[in-house]
């Protein structure tokens, strides 16, 4: 499974991608407005220090189909890495279905069924996005959506390639890992989350304390 970060906070993404972990960034109207900038300078800057996937959402505004075309082709030629997010809707299927017959890349977000990552992979997404998380959030079981996804998809031999979204926790990755997203987008804190474990540090101690002996 490969990893995305999910933010456009630049220090996090350095960091992650010094580490060698991550292939590609997620970014939404809420991430965007977290980092306080405008939308194409950030994310403009995200692109030039991550060589992978960068996802850029069209405005949260913008409902109809011809608007989400033209801000994505907008979005499109920031960079060459750059995905377009759309929401699941009737005009972000459409628009996806034109951006991807221009060759764009896209990312269907806010997806909580398996009927709409079905759709969403017809109109052609190069990515689906299952968001974990939220669903959670409402009692309903967000890895079971993942897995039913992969399932169908594996059956079928769709390309379109499951970003598992709005993960709040470590076991969440691990869980959406068994069920087969083919990705991960997730906080910066989750990574820290994954990669800690008190018996590593307790170890690197002993080392040192046996080192001075
Ligand atoms: C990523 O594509 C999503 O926008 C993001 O994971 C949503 O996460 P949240 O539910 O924590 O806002």
Known sequence: MKFFLDTANIEEIKKANDMGIICGVTTNPSLIAKSGRPVEEVVKEIADIVDGPISGEVDAFTLDSEGMIKEG??????HKNMVVKLPTTQE???????????????????????????LAAKAGATYVSPF???????????????????????????????????????MHVIE???AGAHIA???????????????????????????LK
Request: charged share 25%.
């Open 132 to 170: 974990v998380g939220r669903l959670d959030d409402i009692s309903t079981h967000g890895v079971a959506l993942v897995e039913e996804i992969a399932e169908i998809f594996d059956y079928y031999g769709i390309e379109s390639e499951i970003i598992a979204a709005s993960i709040r926790s470590s």
């Open 73 to 78: 082709r907008v979005i499109a030629s920031w």
């Open 176 to 178: 959406c890992a068994k």
């Open 92 to 118: 972000g299927l459409k628009a996806c279905r034109v951006l991807t017959s221009e060759g764009i890349k896209t990312n269907l977000t806010l997806i909580f069924s398996t009927s709409q990552a079905l």
């Open 185 to 211: 987008t997730v906080p910066y804190k989750i990574i820290e989350q994954m990669l800690k474990h008190p018996l590593t540090d307790e170890g690197i101690k002993k080392f040192q304390n046996d080192s």
